[in-house]
């Protein structure tokens, strides 16, 4: 529950000295900082380039909603916002939790909302959420499979311009997108 920059420069000033101690090379250890109260939301552009120990950002709604008082139905703008910081400097946003573990299809829609505001994963409470937080944040095989032949096509053409995929324009932007994907695959494969 982080709600400053200078609490993470603290931890990032302590953990330099115990990597030191230990002969590891620093920063070994990173951070995915917990936001999870209104002072660490208004300062998240701060917590997030507090350090480069910082990856992302995970949100704790069940302490925002008490410390906010806003309700789980209106967490969509937060978490965007949330998201779209992250996104802005290269890091992640990992979604809440659902705190209703015996609901998988409430899950799971929460799931593929969270994904669709740019999240890149979400948090678990319970072991039958694994799955499917899983296969919603993961490409599929045939993204995948796409994936290798539009970047095939653009290692083939070599223009560095936008070409034709089976009807279809695909420039700079959706050829990093499809990068992106063979890259979670890995990750996730």
């Known amino acids: 529950m982080v709600e400053s920059a200078d609490e993470i420069i603290?931890?990032?000033?302590?953990?330099?000295?115990?990597?030191?101690?230990?002969g590891l090379k620093s920063p070994s250890v990173s951070l995915l900082v917990?936001?999870?109260?209104?002072?660490?939301?208004?300062?998240?552009?701060?917590?997030?380039?507090?350090?480069?120990?910082?990856?992302?950002?995970?949100?704790?709604?069940?302490?925002?909603?008490?410390?906010?008082?806003?309700?789980?139905d209106n967490l969509?703008?937060?978490?965007?916002?949330l998201a779209l910081c992250a996104k802005a400097y290269g890091k992640?946003?990992?979604?809440?939790?659902y705190p209703d573990f015996s609901n998988l299809v409430a899950f799971q829609v929460e799931c593929e909302e969270a994904k669709?505001?740019?999240?890149?994963?979400?948090?678990?409470i319970h072991p039958g959420q694994i799955k499917i937080a899983n296969t919603v944040f993961s490409p599929d095989d045939e993204e995948i499979k796409v994936a290798r032949e539009i970047v095939a096509e653009a290692e083939r053409v070599n223009t560095g311009d936008a070409f034709n995929y089976k009807g279809k324009m695909v420039d700079k932007p959706i050829l990093d997108r499809y990068?992106?994907?063979?890259?979670?695959?890995e990750i996730n494969g």
């Open 10 to 22: 603290k931890l990032s000033n302590y953990l330099d000295e115990r990597e030191k101690e230990a």
């Open 34 to 72: 917990g936001i999870e109260t209104a002072l660490g939301y208004l300062n998240r552009e701060k917590i997030i380039n507090s350090s480069q120990r910082v990856v992302g950002f995970g949100f704790g709604s069940e302490d925002f909603i008490t410390d906010s008082g806003i309700s789980r």
């Open 76 to 81: 969509k703008f937060v978490k965007l916002e």
């Open 92 to 97: 992640c946003f990992i979604d809440k939790v």
């Open 116 to 124: 669709s505001i740019g999240a890149n994963g979400k948090s678990v």
């Open 179 to 185: 990068r992106q994907i063979l890259k979670y695959g």
